[in-house]
């Protein structure tokens, strides 16, 4: 068994036991609890799954998505109702998520909140047809944010992993774009790096560390080249897994899709 400080996720092929794929996953990586946002910016990833919303106010925002959907039949191509839309559907997934503390990981997303956080990247994508070349850089952050918090506690699969970060990363270059600051283009590096764009990421890095004196420029830089060492394990260990299930599924065994339940901000000290 791993000790604590070596989390380890184990992956069955079916009707094979005695050959159990053993994968270091290392999404853990994912989990960063905020600790570089509190620092250098004010947003922190434990927002969205530290305000697990009732059922009163999943249908608060139920009832607002239906409304905003009734308006935009009208108009489907309103950018400010399509920018409400977005909000309102991923208000209303955050509305079905567990409550945790900011020592717990995130509690799994249900199916529902994930259907909630689907319907909001559709919107997303058509509000961004609409708006052109000026996307709310704000509205562009909460996307960003969402969808790379879904990936650390919503995925079922490495596909949904991978494709939630390629959003988070695609979202937040617009916000860091419109609105350079040293949060922003910090989590762009951060974002950048698990998408596995390692020079874009790099760029950010040194874009975020240039606004900051000399002596903060130096901590940014540090705690940016530590994610970037995750994103790396990360990188590598995803394609580790990918192989086997490639490998699984030409044997004709199904290899099961990683569960990233139960794994805590501790897994950082890794």
């Known amino acids: 068994m791993a000790g604590d400080g070596e989390r380890q996720m184990l992956f069955d092929i079916r009707g094979r036991r005695k050959n159990v794929v053993r994968v270091v996953y290392a999404v853990l990586a994912l989990l960063m609890g905020g600790s570089l946002f509190l620092t250098v910016g004010p947003f922190s ?7 697990g919303g009732t059922s009163e106010a999943s249908e608060v925002f139920e009832e607002q998505v239906e409304r905003i959907e009734g308006r935009l039949a009208k108009n489907p191509k309103d950018e400010a109702l399509l920018l409400a839309l977005t909000r309102a559907q991923i208000s209303a997934g955050n509305s079905k998520l567990e409550p945790s503390t900011e020592s717990e990981a995130p509690q799994p997303v249900s199916a529902e909140a994930r259907d909630d956080y689907d319907q909001a990247l559709v919107s997303w994508n058509r509000y961004l047809k609409q708006a052109g070349d000026e996307p709310n850089p704000t509205a562009a952050q909460l996307v960003a944010t969402t ?24 979202a937040q270059r617009i916000a860091a774009g419109e609105v350079p600051s040293v949060g922003s283009l910090s989590t762009l590096a951060i974002y950048e790096y ?4 390692f020079a874009a990421g790099d760029k950010a890095a040194k874009q975020a560390a240039a606004l900051v004196p000399k002596a903060e420029a130096k901590n940014v830089e540090k705690q940016l080249a530590e994610y970037r060492k995750r994103a790396k394990r990360f990188d590598k260990q995803s394609a580790k897994f990918a192989k086997a299930q490639r490998a699984a599924s030409g044997g004709g065994q199904a290899l099961q899709s990683p569960s990233l339940g139960g794994l805590g901000p501790g897994a950082l000290g890794q």
């Open 45 to 51: 990833l434990g927002e969205l799954f530290n305000t």
């Open 147 to 170: 969808f790379f918090s879904v990936a650390e506690a919503g995925a079922t699969s490495l596909f949904d992993i991978e494709s939630n970060v390629e959003t988070a990363a695609t």
């Open 194 to 197: 698990f998408d596995g764009n």
